[in-house]
C-alpha cells in the first residue's frame, strides 16, 4: 500500500510538473509566434502610418509623452517579448486573437479596448507596456 502511494505520488508530482512546462514554453512560443507576425505586417510603410495615427491622436500621444519620463528600473518588463507574455497570461491568447479581428471589423472601439485590458492589468504593467510602445516607436 505504501509501495501504491508513493508511486501515484511520484506520478502526480511528474504530472504536474511537464503541465507547468507545457504552460510556461507554450506561452513562450505562443509569445515569439505574435511577435513574428507584428514584425512581418509592420512594413516601413505601415510603420510610418502607426506613427502618423499617434501623432494625430492626442490621447495616445499623451501616453507616449508620459511613457518617456518613466524609470524603466522600476517596471516589471521592458521588452516587447516579455510584454507579449504578460499579455497573453493575462488577457489569453484567444481573447487577444478576439480583440484583432474585432479590431480588424470595426466591431470593437479603443476605448473598449483599453478598458478590458485595463482591468486585467496593474497598473506597473501597463506603464510598463506604455514604455515598450514608447521604445518601440522610438528606435
Do not use: C
Not at 524609470?71 to 507574455?85: G, V
Amino acid at each position: 500500500m505504501k509501495k501504491f502511494l508513493t508511486i501515484t505520488a511520484i506520478i502526480l508530482i511528474l504530472l504536474g510538473a511537464a503541465g507547468y512546462a507545457a504552460w510556461h514554453f507554450g506561452t513562450n512560443i505562443a509569445s515569439e509566434k505574435i511577435i513574428e507576425k507584428v514584425d512581418s505586417t509592420l512594413d516601413d510603410e505601415n510603420l510610418e502610418e502607426v506613427k502618423s495615427y499617434i501623432e494625430n491622436d492626442s490621447k495616445v500621444q499623451e501616453i507616449v509623452n508620459e511613457a518617456a519620463t518613466t524609470n524603466p528600473d522600476t517596471l516589471p518588463f521592458q521588452t516587447k517579448e516579455e510584454a507579449t507574455r504578460v499579455l497573453i497570461k493575462k488577457v489569453g491568447v484567444n481573447r487577444l486573437l478576439e480583440i484583432q479581428q474585432q479590431a480588424q471589423n470595426g466591431s470593437i472601439s479603443k476605448d473598449e479596448v483599453l478598458s478590458e485590458i485595463e482591468g486585467k492589468l496593474s497598473e506597473d504593467e501597463i506603464s510598463a507596456l506604455k514604455y515598450v510602445l514608447y521604445k518601440e516607436l522610438n528606435k
